[in-house]
């Protein structure tokens, strides 16, 4: 994009990276749920959050940086050094090994083990987690299995054998026909039949909804229009006022990576929405009186240290949270398609409010935007109270 010598060019671009991306939102939390221990899952899945906000903020400090060179090379070059993290990620994956749960859904149970060995303490956890996944998994011929190794070792002979991955495993849940297994996830999913599949697919979709009516994305991408709104007319200040939002919301994120296995997810999520809620208050409060004071000068400066508290309250909580719980409740059958399915709602919605908000903002003017987005916070709350379950601890396959 960086070299792109046309618009169209630089769409198309942008049209590549966004499906990456894409890929990227719905893949790394499942993964990492997928390769994690259950004592320290919660830590891990924080680290897509630290290091995309690590990114965002980055991507301030490049234009603000940057803003003082011309134009037609400041915008290449922030988009170009995007290059430099993609080719460090893309090396990465050559080497990393692939997921268990996958691997044990292919009936390639020896690669699975071997995976597990990697991120065990010890063989006989190893062992025991491969069980419990091939039990997950719907086999039901070794719910019995015993977790000592003797029993792993007795019941797949081949397992220490290092032996063919589909010959006397005692599982393999590939399907003849492919399309139709895809075909009937997807209908199983997107039309449940059970109570227990229904209600945790209200828990992630609601997760998605109320994340975004929070207004991040907007918080996100509009920040120096909203700060020129809140009285910085000039453009260095809009802009480093939004650089110390961003740095607001990178330094607080290891505040989640601590306690996410310590305290949980639902105390942290509670604790989390109850900050961005009083911070959306606090804007539109100020905004409100800034509509009946126009020429208040502590207007701007409240306003930043708001967003900085919407975004130091978001990070520990709701922001890494959409990604994590989806990954760790859904079922392992459909947990791919599930993911899928949550990270596209979540895109779709930000998508929606992102285009949407000069509309909106228009219309309700600062204040009465805020209002909304502080309403909504304060539905989610009762949201996430009443239906959200808590995870710390557990495995994935007795969370499913």
Same mark, same amino acid.
């Given at each position: 994009?960086?070299?792109?010598?046309?618009?169209?060019?630089?769409?198309?671009?942008?049209?590549?990276t966004?499906?990456?991306?894409?890929?990227?939102?719905?893949?790394?939390?499942?993964?990492?749920?997928?390769?994690?221990?259950?004592?320290?899952?919660?830590?891990?899945?924080?680290?897509?959050?630290?290091?995309?906000?690590?990114?965002?903020?980055?991507?301030?400090?490049?234009?603000?940086?940057?803003?003082?060179?011309?134009?037609?090379?400041?915008?290449r070059?922030m988009?170009?050094?995007?290059?430099?993290p993609?080719?460090?990620?893309?090396?990465g994956?050559?080497?990393?090994?692939?997921?268990p749960?996958?691997?044990?859904?292919?009936?390639?149970?020896?690669?699975?083990?071997?995976?597990?060995?990697?991120?065990?303490?010890?063989?006989?956890?190893?062992?025991? &987690?491969?069980?419990?996944?091939?039990?997950?998994?719907? *086999?039901?011929r070794?719910?019995?299995?015993?977790?000592?190794?003797?029993?792993?070792e007795?019941?797949?002979?081949?397992?220490?054998?290092?032996?063919?991955?589909n010959?006397?495993?005692?599982?393999?849940?590939?399907?003849?026909?492919?399309?139709?297994?895809?075909?009937?996830m997807?209908l199983?999913?997107?039309?449940?039949?059970?109570?227990?599949?229904?209600?945790?697919?209200?828990?992630?979709?609601?997760?998605?909804?109320?994340?975004?009516?929070?207004?991040?994305?907007?918080?996100?991408?509009y920040?120096?229009?909203?700060?020129?709104?809140?009285?910085?007319?000039?453009?260095?200040?809009?802009?480093?006022?939004?650089?110390?939002?961003?740095?607001?919301?990178?330094?607080?994120?290891?505040?989640?990576?601590?306690f996410?296995?310590?305290?949980g &997810?639902?105390p942290?999520?509670?604790?989390s929405?109850?900050?961005?809620?009083?911070?959306?208050?606090?804007?539109?409060?100020?905004?409100?009186?800034?509509d009946?004071?126009? *020429?208040?000068?502590? *207007?701007?400066?409240?306003?930043?240290?708001?967003?900085c508290?919407?975004?130091?309250?978001?990070?520990?909580?709701?922001?890494?949270?959409?990604a994590?719980?989806?990954?760790?409740?859904l079922?392992? &059958?459909?947990?791919?398609?599930?993911?899928?399915?949550?990270t596209?709602?979540?895109?779709?919605?930000?998508?929606i409010l992102?285009?949407?908000?000069?509309?909106?903002?228009?219309?309700?003017?600062?204040?009465?935007?805020?209002?909304?987005?502080?309403?909504?916070?304060?539905?989610?709350?009762?949201?996430?109270?009443?239906?959200?379950?808590?995870?710390?601890?557990?495995?994935?396959?007795?969370l499913?």
């Amino acid at each position: 994009m960086g070299l792109a010598p046309s618009f169209w060019a630089l769409l198309f671009g942008r049209i590549i990276t966004g499906i990456g991306y894409g890929f990227s939102f719905m893949v790394v939390p499942l993964y990492i749920a997928e390769v994690s221990p259950p004592e320290t899952r919660g830590r891990f899945l924080s680290f897509p959050e630290l290091f995309i906000n690590s990114g965002i903020l980055l991507g301030y400090i490049s234009s603000f940086c940057l803003a003082k060179l011309p134009v037609f090379i400041s915008w290449r070059l922030m988009v170009g050094l995007g290059a430099l993290p993609a080719i460090v990620l893309a090396l990465g994956i050559s080497i990393i090994p692939e997921s268990p749960r996958w691997l044990v859904l292919q009936g390639r149970i020896n690669e699975a083990f071997s995976t597990l060995i990697l991120t065990s303490d010890h063989e006989s956890e190893a062992e025991q &987690r491969l069980n419990d996944i091939i039990v997950a998994a719907g *086999n039901k011929r070794h719910k019995d299995l015993a977790s000592a190794g003797d029993a792993v070792e007795n019941t797949y002979p081949k397992l220490h054998n290092k032996m063919s991955d589909n010959e006397e495993a005692g599982v393999n849940l590939a399907a003849t026909d492919h399309k139709h297994l895809i075909r009937h996830m997807w209908l199983e999913l997107l039309w449940p039949t059970t109570s227990n599949l229904r209600f945790t697919l209200f828990v992630v979709l609601g997760l998605q909804f109320f994340q975004q009516a929070s207004g991040v994305s907007v918080l996100l991408y509009y920040s120096p229009d909203i700060f020129q709104k809140a009285g910085f007319q000039s453009g260095w200040g809009s802009l480093g006022a939004t650089v110390l939002v961003g740095i607001a919301k990178d330094i607080s994120i290891p505040v989640a990576t601590i306690f996410l296995d310590r305290l949980g &997810r639902r105390p942290l999520l509670l604790i989390s929405n109850i900050g961005v809620t009083a911070s959306l208050l606090t804007i539109a409060m100020r905004f409100s009186i800034q509509d009946i004071y126009p *020429n208040s000068t502590s *207007n701007g400066y409240l306003t930043i240290a708001a967003c900085c508290s919407f975004m130091v309250f978001f990070s520990m909580g709701l922001g890494p949270m959409a990604a994590l719980l989806p990954s760790e409740i859904l079922p392992l &059958r459909l947990r791919a398609q599930g993911m899928g399915l949550s990270t596209a709602s979540n895109r779709l919605l930000s998508g929606i409010l992102s285009l949407s908000f000069l509309s909106i903002f228009k219309a309700l003017g600062a204040a009465g935007t805020f209002w909304l987005f502080a309403g909504m916070s304060s539905i989610s709350m009762l949201f996430l109270y009443s239906f959200v379950p808590e995870t710390k601890g557990r495995t994935l396959e007795e969370l499913s």
